[in-house]
């Protein structure tokens, strides 16, 4: 089993994640974000670093995710709290011109040699909401967030899973609190069971 936990900033992806992996004693895949040396860097100015961002994330992840999935390495079950594909959706959101289609190229070699996720649980939820969840864990390069911005990246999102060809369950974040309330969880688990129920195995894309 291999499930993934994606959505935009803020939205809660790795606790949920976290709660998954507990339950069914998977293995927890984090994505690396406060060490992308230029991430703070780029929320103060986006233009001049926007690509060392991409480049980073984009490599950091598939090094992770090629270690979890290194052939003759049995690994029953895995949750993630990103999916390879989100590091496009921010790379068209922030890149331009050469530098885009430079990353076009790097992420064309590198995205195919990935296992598609048995089932992505897409947690989306409007910008206000992220805004309170941001401000709430207070990570300081964070601090200065821009609804306008989370608007964009949510529409991004929205528009990618609408046409997303693999199994996907779509939750509203904001209907759910399944960090402090139990049934919530437990509505959300029942939720990702009955999708995975209906989900052929996943392979290799």
């Known amino acids: 089993m291999y499930v993934v936990v994606e959505g935009p900033i803020g939205v809660g992806k790795t606790s949920l994640a ?4 507990q339950r069914s004693g998977a293995e927890l895949n984090l994505e690396v974000v406060e060490e992308n040396p230029f991430l703070a860097k780029f929320y103060e100015q986006p233009q001049a670093y ?5 480049a980073f994330f984009l490599l950091s992840r598939f090094k992770q995710l090629s270690q979890l999935w290194q052939p003759g390495l049995y690994r029953p079950e895995v ?3 990103y ?3 989100k590091d496009f959706i921010f790379a068209a959101m922030n890149l331009r011109d050469a530098e885009f289609d430079l990353y076009q190229d790097l992420y064309g070699h590198l995205s195919p040699r990935l296992p598609t996720p048995d089932l992505v649980v ?4 409007d910008p ?3 805004l309170r969840r941001i401000a709430r864990r207070g990570r300081p390069f964070e601090h200065d967030m821009k609804a306008a911005y989370l608007a964009d990246l949510t529409g991004r999102y929205d528009d990618y899973f609408r046409t997303y060809a693999h199994p996907h369950l779509i939750l509203e974040a904001g209907n759910y609190d399944f960090v402090a309330n139990e049934a919530d969880q437990q509505a ?4 990702i069971d009955a999708a995975l129920a209906q989900a052929p195995a996943g392979e290799d894309r």
């Open 83 to 85: 999916l390879f594909d």
């Open 188 to 191: 959300i688990f029942d939720q």
């Open 18 to 21: 976290q709660r998954l992996a």
């Open 128 to 130: 206000p909401e992220l």
């Open 79 to 81: 949750v993630s709290d």
């Open 50 to 54: 926007a690509f060392q961002v991409q």
């Open 122 to 125: 897409y947690l989306r939820a």
